[in-house]
C-alpha cells in the first residue's frame, strides 16, 4: 500500500511551547489529508481535514487557533499545537487520501507536554 | 457520530477464523464499509472495503447482508499478530468530504 510518514514520533515538550508535526504522503500526491487525535484506550477522534492549497476545516470543538494545519504542497501537512499545556497530550495521528479514494494512516505522534 | 455499532472485545484461538460482526442500520446508499485495524500505539491499517458485494483480499473477506444494515470481517485462520482492535467505519461520500470517523472498535484478542 501507499506509505504515509509522520515526523516525529514522539515529542515531548514543555507547557507554552509550541509543537510541529508533519504529514507526508511517500509516494503518491494527496489532495487531502486528515488529522486525528486518540487518547488511551480511546478511539481515535477526527479534528480537521486539510485540503491542499486552501484553508482547512475543522470538526466542531476544535479550536482552530489552537491547532494551526497547513497543506501547502501535494505531499505535506503539518499540524501545529499552538501553546500547548499538559491537556493537549496525546496521539496524533494523520491520514493522506489517494487519488482512487483509499485512506492510508501515519504511524502516529505521541506527543507528552510537561 | 460513528454510524457503526460493534461488540467492545471478542476472543478467538489462533488457526481459527475470526468473524467479527458489525451493525450500520442507518447507512446510505453510496456509503461505504470500510475495516481498519490499530495495532498498540501505532496508525490504523486498512484492510478491507465494500459497498454491496462481498469482498475478498489477501487480509481478509468482508460479507455485506443483502440489506446493507449489517456486515462481518473474516479472517481465515488469525494468528497472534492479529490481536488488534478492529474498527468498522461507514465512510462520508466523497462528494462529502469522505471523511472517516471511527467508532469504538472491537479488540480482538488471539489466543495460542
Known amino acids: 500500500g501507499a506509505v504515509v510518514s509522520q515526523h516525529p514520533s514522539r515529542v515531548i515538550c514543555k507547557s507554552g511551547t509550541s509543537v510541529k508535526i508533519e504529514c507526508r504522503s511517500l509516494?503518491?500526491?494527496?489532495?487531502?489529508m486528515f488529522w486525528y487525535r486518540q487518547f488511551p484506550k480511546k478511539s481515535l477522534m477526527l479534528m480537521a481535514t486539510?485540503?491542499?492549497?486552501?484553508?482547512?476545516?475543522?470538526e466542531q470543538g476544535v479550536e482552530k487557533d489552537k491547532f494551526l494545519i497547513n497543506h501547502a504542497s501535494l505531499t505535506l501537512s503539518t499540524l501545529t499545537v499552538t501553546s500547548a499545556h499538559p491537556e493537549d497530550s496525546s496521539f496524533y495521528i494523520c491520514?493522506?487520501?489517494?487519488?482512487?479514494?483509499?485512506?492510508?494512516f501515519g504511524s502516529g505522534t505521541q506527543l507528552s507536554v510537561l | 457520530d460513528a454510524k457503526t455499532t460493534q461488540p467492545p472485545s471478542m476472543d478467538c484461538a489462533e488457526g481459527r477464523a475470526a468473524n467479527l460482526p458489525c451493525n450500520h442500520s442507518?447507512?446510505?446508499?453510496?456509503?461505504?464499509v470500510y475495516w481498519y485495524r490499530q495495532i498498540h500505539s501505532q496508525g490504523p491499517q486498512y484492510i478491507i472495503h465494500?459497498?454491496?458485494n462481498n469482498e475478498t483480499n489477501e487480509m481478509a473477506s468482508l460479507i455485506i447482508t443483502e440489506d446493507r444494515k449489517s456486515s462481518t470481517l473474516i479472517l481465515p485462520h488469525a494468528t497472534l499478530r492479529d490481536t488488534a482492535v478492529y474498527y468498522c467505519?461507514?465512510?462520508?461520500?466523497?462528494?462529502?468530504?469522505?471523511?472517516?470517523?471511527f467508532g469504538q472498535g472491537t479488540e480482538l484478542s488471539v489466543k495460542p
Open positions: 465494500g459497498l454491496k
Open positions: 509516494d503518491f500526491q494527496a489532495t487531502t
Open positions: 486539510s485540503n491542499e492549497g486552501s484553508k482547512a476545516t475543522y
Open positions: 491520514s493522506a487520501r489517494t487519488t482512487n479514494e483509499k485512506l492510508f
Open positions: 467505519i461507514v465512510r462520508v461520500p466523497y462528494n462529502q468530504g469522505g471523511k472517516l470517523i
Open positions: 442507518t447507512i446510505s446508499g453510496n456509503e461505504y
